[in-house]
């Protein structure tokens, strides 16, 4: 029988595309498994929590829920007194009483924050006071030692996209979500093969001229590091019929069968032939112009890829990572293999408490100069998705109080091949940059998204830290949102439309069927009434403290960092109102007072327009159906 392909030289490249366009390899499938089955699975569809983490706000410390101003003045030497109320706060314990001017509520690590309290006061800076009180010997600030609605994970915010690898991280994060199982790509079965007379089973004994199998061993790990899961088929004997009826059951039974040895032009040798007719096309490449792997045989047989390696298992591996893992992990859902990096800079000063060794966990990406830099993820102890979004930690030591910035730090590495993002988002965070980012993420780039708020991303930009800032800054003196805020090196990329307003629970009658002005007028005309603030330098805290003029009602210390923790707050009862956006307290039924629409755009430095990813990302925006997909969700796309 005359094989036209039998050892016919090829290019690296052209064999790879000739292999690549008969297989067009894509997942082979799709199951669902339990959450504890999911470890090492790579998730099929992005997934998004349905409810806020944490789902309302809570203490971190055990003590004593406070309002800080009453604390203000406390010390050592001076302690102040609160009367304790009739209650304990424990987890899962919900709050009865509201914590009025001169009370404290005792409270447990976790336990939720009762009305009127903006800070927890620590256990270990009271002493048990006379006929129910507590003494209390330091001051705590506003939002001290508590944890908002939704810090950790928003409602809707995508906690993992499609291709992710779940490792123990991402399940602690699904399961503080309350997720049970798991949508996940089927792992493709992928036959192992070793054909030869002289091979015996590790574990085996040697006869003369005989060798163990190691190609057979080394292929299997190299398919389950890669997303698939090896059948082992043994070592076959140099018997054609026995080949032939093995291959025959592989290809039936498996997604993919790899072989090695049987690919030279030796007498005898017949692996090539009886490949060539296991389907259509058949060879679409035997030998390579590879040094090692010359030998390699490349076919497809009607949709499955059957791959014979060279039997040396140097060449065999050498082949396999070149030519087959790109297809395997097609076919298990998985994006390309990663590179490693080991040192970075970092950006911003990292602060820490003397007297502690404290381990800092950072995200890698690209800075101004083409150097590795390490932003650092300060999400709180109590975080899950902290570890999620970092890529490793730095380490600061017992006897330093910060590490400065432009530090050049060693990263300890969460996995041994971390790859740096093609295109890194840093500044306002919005739901809306989700459809947006799924593009990107179908066409295998790699995306991460760092909340630091308008301004902090404003700064990054202008530092040259990330490829986008996504800002929604109303500039006071002119009333021109965002461009007012940049400087000669970035440009100004109009995203979509939000409309801010005042959230309240709908039956309120203080708010309902008012304007956003009169809500606020109204909110602040009533001393019992609580507002829910906003973190300093988001872009809503500027609007707020417009409509405020200077005022500090009852609340204002209470500063989460999101859309989603004001409207938790205000849905739970903790405040009675806030200032966020229509698309997150639509799905909380509250009631809203439309104030008028924000512009959330994006800051792209210059120096990073033509960047695959940013250009990528600015044509994704402009696509009817993204469009569609903001419109969905409340936006109007400028």
């Not at 190609?215 to 140099?238: M, Q, S, T």
């Not at 899950?384 to 600061?396: E, L, N, R």
């Amino acid at each position: 029988m005359r094989q036209d392909q039998f050892l016919t030289v090829l290019s690296r490249d052209e064999a790879l595309a000739r292999f690549e366009t008969a297989l067009a390899a894509g997942p082979v499938g799709v199951e669902t498994v339990p959450l504890a089955e999911s470890l090492g699975r790579v998730v099929a569809d992005s997934i998004a929590p349905a409810i806020d983490v944490p789902p309302f706000d809570r203490s971190t410390v055990d003590g004593f829920a406070v309002r800080a101003d009453d604390v203000a003045t406390a010390s050592d030497g001076a302690p102040v007194a609160l009367r304790l109320t009739a209650e304990t706060i424990a987890c899962g314990t919900p709050p009865r009483i509201a914590v009025t001017p001169g009370t404290a509520t005792t409270i447990a690590t976790g336990g939720p924050i009762p009305r009127g309290a903006d800070a927890v006061v620590m256990v270990e800076w009271t002493d048990p006071g006379a006929d129910g009180t507590v003494m209390v010997r330091r001051a705590v600030a506003q939002g001290g030692n508590l944890a908002f609605a939704g810090t950790d994970l928003a409602r809707g915010e995508v906690i993992l996209r499609r291709g992710t690898t779940v490792t123990s991280r991402e399940i602690g994060m699904m399961a503080a979500c309350g997720i049970g199982a798991v949508e996940v790509f089927r792992k493709p079965k992928v036959a192992v093969i070793s054909t030869g007379d002289e091979l015996v089973a590790p574990g085996g004994t040697l006869a003369p001229a005989q060798i163990f199998d190691a190609n057979g061993p080394i292929v299997a790990a190299a398919i389950a590091e890669n997303g698939g899961e090896a059948i082992a088929f043994g070592a076959i004997p140099d018997d054609e019929a026995k080949l032939a009826a093995a291959l025959e059951r592989a290809r039936a039974e498996c997604d993919m069968v790899i072989l090695s040895g049987g690919t030279s032009k030796g007498a005898g040798d017949y692996t090539a032939r009886l490949v060539a007719r296991l389907g259509h096309p058949g060879i679409v490449a035997h030998g390579v112009a590879l040094k090692p792997g010359k030998p390699l045989c490349l076919a497809v047989a009607d949709g499955k890829a059957v791959v014979v390696l060279p039997g040396f298992p140097t060449s065999a591996m050498f082949t396999f990572h070149e030519f087959v893992v790109p297809s395997l992990r097609r076919l298990a859902g998985l994006p390309p293999r990663a590179d490693a990096s080991l040192e970075a800079t970092l950006p911003v000063r990292v602060p820490s408490d003397l007297g502690r060794t404290e381990f800092v966990m950072v995200a890698l990406a690209e800075g101004a100069d083409g150097e590795t830099v390490a932003h650092p993820v300060f999400k709180g102890s109590g975080s899950i998705s902290a570890f999620a979004q970092a890529d490793g930690f730095v380490q600061v030591d017992a006897l330093a109080d910060h590490l400065a910035a432009g530090t050049r730090a060693s990263v300890t590495l969460f996995a041994p091949n971390p790859k740096l993002p093609d295109l890194v988002i840093a500044g306002s965070h919005c739901v809306g940059l989700e459809p947006v980012v799924d593009v990107l993420a179908a066409a295998g780039l790699s995306v991460r998204t760092l909340a630091l708020g308008s301004m902090g991303g404003v700064q990054a930009a202008k530092r040259g830290e990330c490829d986008l800032a996504p800002l929604h800054l109303l500039h006071a003196e002119t009333g021109v949102w965002n461009a007012p805020f940049l400087d000669a090196s970035l440009d100004l990329v109009e995203g979509w439309r939000r409309v801010q307003g005042v959230v309240f629970r709908k039956g309120d009658a203080r708010f309902e069927g008012k304007t956003a002005q009169e809500a606020v007028a109204a909110a602040l005309a009533d001393p019992d009434c609580l507002m829910v603030n906003r973190n300093p330098g988001a872009g809503t805290r500027i609007l707020l403290d417009r409509l405020l003029a200077g005022r500090r009602p009852e609340g204002w210390g209470n500063q989460p960092r999101s859309h989603a923790a004001v409207c938790t707050a205000v849905a739970g009862g903790r405040a009675d109102w806030g200032l966020a956006i229509e698309a997150a307290a639509r799905p909380l039924g509250l009631g809203f007072a439309p104030l008028g629409d924000e512009h959330y755009d994006f800051a792209v430095p210059k120096a990073r327009r033509d960047r695959p990813a940013v250009r990528a990302f600015l044509e994704a925006l402009a696509r009817p159906d993204v469009r569609a997909a903001l419109e969905r969700l409340g936006f109007r796309p400028a």
